[in-house]
Nanobody
Framework: QVQLVESGGGSVQAGGSLRLSCAVS???????MGWFRQAPGKEREGVAA????????VAADSVKGRFTMSQDNEKRMLYLQMNSLKPEDTAVYYC?????????????????????WGQGTQVTVSS
């Protein structure tokens, strides 16, 4: 069993930065870990994913060059550094864990591959 707890959300002006954190409990050394977001009235979408075993990452085109996903294995933490934030980045952000998903497959951004989810943290970007 894996539990995920996000933190770090808040309100920021356009162009600003935030760092989201995800505390992980349980065994997850071979998992693909992801960040998703859901804006009001929209479907949840994949933002970035990280392979715990290799440390490699993938990201959605909409956030490439602005968002960076990383891990601290000693602290059992995942991070999403978000720079140059835009109003369209406003959403609830979720941390998710996929025991059997390969992060470099095209399925990394699809919800069904992820078995465990956090409760979400709100990010609001004002113009």
């Amino acid at each position: 069993q894996v539990q995920l707890v996000e933190s770090g959300g808040g309100s920021v002006q356009a162009g600003g930065s935030l760092r989201l954190s995800c505390a992980v409990s349980g065994t997850y050394s071979t998992f693909c870990m992801g960040w998703f977001r859901q804006a009001p009235g929209k479907e949840r979408e994949g933002v970035a994913a990280l392979s715990i075993s290799s440390g490699g990452t993938v990201a959605a085109d909409s956030v490439k060059g602005r968002f960076t996903m990383s891990q601290d294995n000693e602290k059992r933490m995942l991070y999403l550094q978000m720079n140059s934030l835009k109003p369209e980045d406003t959403a609830v952000y979720y941390c998710a864990a996929a025991p059997a998903l390969k992060c470099y497959s095209t399925a990394w951004s699809l919800e069904p591959g992820y078995k465990y989810w956090g409760q979400g943290t709100q990010v609001t970007v004002s113009s």
